[in-house]
C-alpha cells in the first residue's frame, strides 16, 4: 500500500514539474543580442552579399578610438559584380553607438573616393558604410542583414 502511495506522490511531483517547465517554454525565447562579425557575414550571405578579404582594425581613417570597432571587408551582391569596400563599426551598445555615431561620419569623409555618395546603414549597435551610390537591390540586402545582425539593438 504505501509503494502505492509514494508510485502516486512521485507521478503527481513529475506531474507538477512538466507543467512548470512547459509554462516556461510559453513564456517565449529572449529577445536576440548583436552578432559578432562572423555571424553577421552569415546574416549577408543570406540576403545574397559575399564577403571577402575581411580585416580587423580597418577603420580606414586611423583614428585610434574607431580602429577597435572596425572591420573592413569587401562585398559583391544585388546588383553589384566589382567588389566594393565597406567598413562595418561595431559598437559595444547603444548608448556607445549614440556618442560614436558622428565620429563614423568623420572617419567615412578622409576615406571617401565621393564624400557625397557615401552610404550608410545604421542599425544600432552597427554603423555599415561604403563609397556609394549603391543599387537599390544591394542596399535592401545591406539593410536587411544588418537589421538581423542588431538583434535588441545591444
Known amino acids: 500500500m504505501r509503494s502505492s502511495i509514494r508510485l502516486r506522490l512521485l507521478l ?4 507538477a514539474l512538466a507543467v512548470a517547465g512547459c509554462g516556461r517554454i510559453l513564456q517565449g525565447s529572449p529577445e536576440p543580442t548583436p ?3 562572423p555571424s553577421m557575414a552569415g546574416a549577408l550571405a543570406k540576403q545574397g552579399v559575399a564577403v571577402a578579404n575581411y580585416a580587423s582594425g580597418d577603420d580606414g581613417c586611423h ?3 574607431l580602429t577597435a570597432t572596425a572591420i573592413g571587408f569587401d562585398a559583391t551582391g544585388p546588383g553589384v559584380s566589382t567588389p566594393v569596400r565597406l567598413r562595418v563599426y561595431i559598437f559595444a551598445d547603444g548608448a556607445a553607438f549614440d556618442r560614436r555615431r558622428a565620429d563614423v561620419d568623420a572617419c567615412a569623409t578622409k576615406w571617401a573616393t565621393d564624400p557625397g555618395s557615401m552610404e550608410f546603414v545604421d542599425a544600432s549597435p552597427f554603423v555599415l558604410v561604403g563609397q556609394g551610390p549603391w543599387p537599390e537591390p544591394f542596399k535592401s540586402a545591406l ?3 544588418m537589421i538581423e545582425a542588431a538583434g535588441n539593438g545591444g
Not at 12 to 15: E, F, N, S, T
Open 12 to 15: 503527481v511531483v513529475l506531474a
Open 35 to 37: 552578432m559578432d562579425f
Open 63 to 65: 583614428d585610434r578610438t
Open 143 to 145: 539593410r536587411a542583414a
